[in-house]
């Protein structure tokens, strides 16, 4: 068996290709005129540059934290460039036939129309197309609803009080190495506004900010829902996108006041880099929601690219009764690192947590999941429920469990499952057996494996994953 | 249909089959029965190319094609149908995605379009029917949770979906009772044609009853060491094994 499943896994990615060389970047180096020169290029105020250099003083002195089960080189931060231009029209590929065809052959698999492959792969389009209708009526529908969906320098420029009192507040300038280096470069990311009582009308992707190809590699997010309001966030595409930077450090913040919901599910299927661990993009992100009294925040996560990824979408349960959840599916193959998981901080009474971790492991990688429930003096009749479970695909692979559990309150309740599961040879057998060829077997056995993840995933996005999936396990032979 | 010529096959270095001779023509209902250990599962297993199971010698051709050159789907796809002695759980996978699936794949083998959703639900829900399973099950995850005699049924159901040419069914009767045997019986009934054919494997006559075989063979350490009509597993049922001993120090 083991042959044959490492012949079905050991494909390659079907997204990478060589980029050309870009012009309008920033040499690489960090100092504080390179923030400034960010800044200014962002047409900032004066006190989004201030709040930047502090966080820049702040990481300074910080170091690269090493906890994580994971294995990489050190990482050169001056070596980096921190300010890339998206790629002007003339730089792009003016059209499908420029793209890596095994690029085109993944949006074929994943049955991505013809129009939106040309935005996915950066094809120069200065023509009137399809989706830009779409677009427009998009916005249209938001802003009849008051919605506010825009880059976040524009919200920047535009809306700096909702900004200003905000930004920071659910992960600080100084929280964590990764996210004090965010807060000084980040170039761009999604700002999101869901007014008193308003439940926004359509989902929101990230996709639909089609103008926004380059969101570049700080990501900055940050989303509001106000008191009684709903909003559901689509970060990412089942697509791979083109991507050239190999730091991404991303940070998010959601701020769920009173009675709103938040529900955040991501995609992720960045160029996790060849067979031998060479290449592949590198994933630090802070990602984290305040829920206040009966808010909701629901993270939902499908993690397949990257060659490491350090992730935990957490969430401060803050107000009574504020509920958090947490679904993910990481898949890792080759030499992927996966350390990711999450945090479920109880502070309020009755505050409840879930969550479902199910971590898939083939070839040399190796999948961690870290999670901490922390249960504070105050919560009262909280509870936690956790499941963790992992499957394991062939014998060269890795699992690991790290749950961390923290009671100060004797009337919290935490449970935790955990499994360990093979794909084994009595399944492999009874498809292959009913006419299934061995990649549709192994994609079919770990899709069920994660069927309680992808249930949470909104409709289409949920068969994508599917499909995403089945691709990322996928031999060279398509 | 199906010809096997002096089949020798090991299982973890030991030889189980040893020389095994059977020709199965089209439409023929072909009994083996033998006692425990004597290769039964084993001949399944090789016929279905299940990777522990390695041919050191012998020829198997089915439909004029040499099987043994055939991959494991590539033989379900070819029409080659095994119903497990003990059937295994693949959780979250639903019977009908599972089901869907594996027609369609046999289907397009066979040059044939993929069943519409509204057709494959007519047909799967005919199959429950026949077979007994509730609706329901059709949800479920493959084998998961289901009793015994439920997951010989489902079995079953597969292979009314499935539509194999040679359809081995191993012990597709153990452990059920009399009502679910007759329910196995029949759905195996409802599927026998001129141009479909069976290897029922047993431990025990009183399926034959049901299913009644063209030939009984018994097989004993790894050989067919005799061939004959429904008789024979009367034969059987009266006197058991213990005259194989016999036959085995005589054939010593
Ligand atoms: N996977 C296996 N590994 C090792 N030995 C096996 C395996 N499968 C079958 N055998 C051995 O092969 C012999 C025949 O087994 P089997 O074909 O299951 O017999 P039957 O179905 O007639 O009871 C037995 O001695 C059994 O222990
Ligand atoms: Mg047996």
Not at chain 1, 258 to 287: A, C, L, R
Request: with cysteine.
């Amino acid at each position: 068996m083991s042959e044959q499943i490492e012949q079905a896994i050991s494909r390659e990615y079907e997204a990478g290709f060589v980029s050309d060389i870009e012009s309008d970047t920033f040499p690489p180096g960090l100092d504080e005129d390179v923030i400034r020169r960010i800044s200014k290029m962002k047409d900032e105020p004066e006190w989004m540059l201030e709040w930047r250099l502090q966080a820049f003083r702040s990481w300074q002195k910080m170091e690269e934290p090493d906890w994580a089960h994971l294995g990489y080189e050190p990482i050169d931060y001056q070596e980096i460039s921190y300010y890339s231009a998206p790629k002007s029209m003339k730089d792009r590929p003016k059209s499908l036939d420029e793209v890596d065809p095994e690029l085109l052959r993944t949006y074929e698999k994943l049955g991505i129309p013809l129009h939106e492959q040309e935005v996915l792969a950066g094809v120069a389009m200065d023509v009137v197309f399809d989706s830009v209708s779409v677009v427009t009526t998009f916005r249209e529908k938001l802003a009849e609803a008051g919605v506010i969906f825009c880059p976040i320098s524009e919200a920047i420029r535009e809306y700096p009080e909702l900004v200003k009192k905000y930004l920071g507040t659910v992960v600080p300038r100084t929280d964590n190495f990764f996210a004090a280096l965010n807060s000084a470069v980040f170039t761009d990311g999604s700002f999101v506004y869901i007014p008193k009582g308003v439940r926004c009308p359509m989902e929101l992707s990230t996709y639909f900010r089609i103008n926004e190809l380059n969101t570049g590699q700080f990501e900055r997010t940050l989303i509001v829902a106000e008191e009684g309001s709903y909003v559901s966030y689509l970060e990412g595409c089942t697509a791979p996108m083109r991507d050239e930077n190999q730091l991404h450090a991303a940070v998010v913040e959601l701020v769920a006041l009173d009675n709103s919901e938040i529900k955040y599910s991501t995609v992720q299927n960045w160029y996790p880099g060849d067979e031998n661990g060479v290449g592949g993009i590198y994933n630090f992100v802070t990602k984290r929601g305040v829920a206040e009294t009966n808010a909701k925040i629901s993270w939902t996560q499908v993690e397949t690219g990257s060659a490491i990824t350090w992730k935990y979408p957490s969430c401060i349960l803050r107000g009574d009764n504020s509920v958090g959840e947490f679904y993910s599916v990481a898949l890792t193959r080759a030499r992927q690192q996966a350390d990711t998981g999450t945090k479920m901080i109880h502070l309020g009474k009755n505050t409840t947590s879930t969550i479902i971790s199910k971590g898939i492991s083939a070839g040399n990688s190796s999948n961690a999941y870290r999670g901490l429930v922390k249960m504070g003096p105050n919560a009262d009749g909280a509870r936690n429920f956790t499941e963790c479970d992992s499957l394991l695909i062939g014998d060269t692979c890795a699992a690991h469990t790290f749950p961390y559990i923290e009671s100060a309150n004797p009337s919290a309740i935490v449970e935790h499952e955990a499994t360990t599961s093979t794909v084994s040879d009595d399944q492999l057998f009874l498809c292959q057996q009913r006419g299934l060829d061995i990649e549709k077997a192994i994609s079919m056995i770990v899709n069920g494996f994660c069927k309680d993840v992808f249930r949470e995933l909104p409709m289409e996005f949920a068969v994508e994953a599917g499909k995403l999936l089945e691709i990322s396990l996928e031999g060279s032979v398509g | 249909m199906l010809k096997i010529e002096g089949l020798h096959a090991n299982v973890e270095g030991n030889e189980i089959l040893k020389g095994l001779d059977m020709t199965v023509n089209p439409g023929e209902v072909h009994a083996i029965m033998g006692p425990n250990g004597a290769g039964k599962s084993t001949l399944g297993y090789v016929l279905s190319a299940r990777e522990e199971y390695e041919v050191t010698a012998g020829k198997v051709s089915f439909k004029e094609q040499d099987l043994l050159e055939l991959e494991v789907d590539e033989r379900a796809r070819a029409g080659v149908f095994l119903a497990f002695q003990y059937p295994v759980e693949i959780p979250g996978v639903s019977n009908m995605e599972f089901l869907k699936e594996s027609v369609n794949a046999v289907r397009k083998e066979r040059g044939q379009e993929a069943l519409t959703a509204a057709e494959f639900l007519k047909r799967a829900k005919e199959a429950c029917k026949q077979v007994n399973l509730p609706l329901d099950f059709l949800k479920r995850g493959v084998n998961e949770g289901f009793s015994g005699g439920e997951k010989k049924r489902n079995e079953i159901m597969q292979m009314i979906m499935l539509e194999p040419t040679l359809c081995i069914l191993d012990e597709s009767d153990s452990g059920l009772d009399i009502d679910a045997l007759k329910v196995v019986a029949d759905g195996v009934n409802s599927q026998r044609s001129d141009d479909r054919s069976f290897i029922v494997i047993t431990h025990y006559q009183r399926l034959l009853d049901f299913i009644k075989p063209d030939f009984v063979h018994i097989l004993a350490d790894g050989k067919i060491v005799k061939s004959g009509g429904p008789e024979l597993a009367k034969e059987v049922e009266a006197s058991g094994y213990a005259w194989l001993e016999n036959h085995e120090e005589a054939s010593a």
